[in-house]
């Protein structure tokens, strides 16, 4: 298992090449990568993204652990990326490694479920129009129940 | 002496992100009682608290949780990860 909270850019290839290695009884691995997106009517400038230090690992930590547990992993990878980024720049990935895909897929399902509103990250969107932070959504919250 | 943290726009409406404070509080309510009295500033910052979440000691928890032996209490608006 590997957290990483970082302000560094991260290489999804070697990331994913890395993570794939050396788990000769794991048959599916799933990646997930998520990209800073332009707004369609307010071009974004720049997405600032504030966090927690050590909240945040320790939190990522906990539903990585969950996630080995509940869907039989052998294996995660999260890594956050922090600080100013900019459209198209990834932001984070997650990579999961079970036996079957179906606990590879859902493993990643969940980690971004949980990852999207009980890890301690904000974003702040600015825009030519101004600055601000962006709301947390209903559906995010929702989201959750169904695990 | 409890450590105290903003973050996000409780952050700027604060307008500091930590601050080490003298309290008696017994929960986070009293807490947050103690601190809106203080200044307007922090009267608006937390003024509605359904929009602000708090974790103690690096932990979510709820704002009747007990300060008991805690060291660190954080205050900030819902997470907008991934």
Known sequence: ?147 | MMDVLYFAWVRERIGLPREKIETEAKTVADLVAELRAREDRYDLAFSDLTALRVAVDQTLTDFDASLDGAREVAFFPPMTGG
């Open chain 1, 1 to 147: 298992m590997r957290i990483s909270v970082q302000d560094a850019p991260f290489d999804l290839g070697k990331e994913s090449t890395d993570f794939a290695q050396g788990h000769t009884d794991m048959g599916a691995i799933v990646t997930f990568t998520g990209v800073v997106r332009d707004l369609p009517d307010d071009p974004l400038e720049v997405m600032e993204i504030e966090h927690y230090p050590g909240m945040t690992e320790s939190a990522l930590r906990e539903m990585a652990q969950t996630a080995v547990a509940r869907f039989s992993l052998g294996d995660v990878l999260v890594i956050h990326r922090y600080g100013p980024l900019y459209p198209g720049e990834m932001i984070m990935m997650v990579a999961t490694a079970a036996r079957h895909r179906k606990d590879a897929f859902e493993a990643a399902e969940f980690l971004m479920d949980y990852l999207k509103s009980r890890a301690p990250f904000w974003k702040r969107e600015v825009t030519t129009q101004g600055a601000d932070w962006v709301a947390s959504k209903d559906e995010d919250e929702d989201a959750l129940s169904r695990w």
